[in-house]
């Protein structure tokens, strides 16, 4: 299969489904990361389009680790918006990676370019076959399956798949661990809600991964809630 991640930040699919992606790709399964924004506002000192260069290169390394292709639609970020050429994008997006699932933000979620992400993916995930929605990639022959993951933090979330990372959690941390430019930018920004010890975001992957192996029954797990189209509704697991 082609698996496809799109987050709205060049560092957000890590965090969310890394494990799961490096599972898939371990199997043999063809992997897509993508962001619809470039991250531009990363960073307190540096230009924007500074930022952005080095936010996306951070995700193509991040994507290698597990012989993935990243892609940016370019989007500013915290600038992401509803519109036709975005939805256009989107499309295009999905046909060139001929996506058979697509992992997307939940839909409440704490950022709006998350939510706004989550809502297209889910909007466009029905227009993948229609030829006559024309993109510079053809129409692929089905609608992709599609899968949230959890919001931030995982508050208010009730899973309805989990996948056992237990031994990929070493890879989702290598895949985090390309985005040098968050991980202070993180520590930085949102201090009122890390406090002071020093926390940082491998620690918080930990824990959720480690809550969510609790719930299934192994060391570390990824958790999702389907959101299949009535169109290709399927009894068979698709999860790794
Ligand atoms: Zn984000």
């Not at 699932?101 to 993948?128: C, G, Q, W």
């Not at 930085?188 to 491998?202: E, H, P, T």
């Not at 570390?220 to 509704?233: D, G, K, N």
């Amino acid at each position: 299969m082609n698996i496809l991640a799109i987050g709205a930040h060049p560092d957000d699919v890590e965090g969310f489904c890394g494990g799961t992606l490096a599972k898939y790709a371990a199997q043999g399964h063809k992997v897509f990361t993508a962001s619809t924004t470039n991250g531009n506002i990363g960073s307190a000192t540096l230009p924007k389009d500074v930022i952005a260069r080095i936010r996306k290169e951070e995700s193509r390394q991040a994507a290698a680790v597990i012989g993935a292709e990243y892609i940016c639609l370019d989007y500013d970020d915290e600038l992401f918006f509803e519109t036709r050429e975005a939805r256009i994008a989107l499309i295009d997006l999905v046909r060139y990676c001929k996506a058979d699932v697509i992992f997307t933000h939940n839909p409440r979620d704490y950022n709006p370019d998350h939510e706004l992400t989550s809502k297209m993916v889910n909007d466009i995930a029905v227009m993948i076959p229609i030829a006559k929605i024309e993109t510079r990639n053809p129409p692929c022959d089905k609608i992709p399956l599609l899968f949230y993951f959890e919001p931030a933090h995982a508050i208010g979330f009730v899973p309805t798949d989990y996948v056992d990372i237990t031994e990929y959690m070493d890879i989702k941390h290598e895949m985090n661990s390309k985005h040098v430019s968050q991980i202070q930018w993180i520590k930085d920004n949102y201090k009122d809600q890390v406090g002071d010890r020093d926390r940082n975001v491998f620690d918080d992957i930990d824990v959720i991964a480690r809550f969510r192996g609790l719930q299934c029954g192994c060391d570390y797990a990824e958790a999702f809630v389907t959101a299949q189209h009535a169109y290709r509704m399927t009894a068979k697991r698709i999860l790794p």
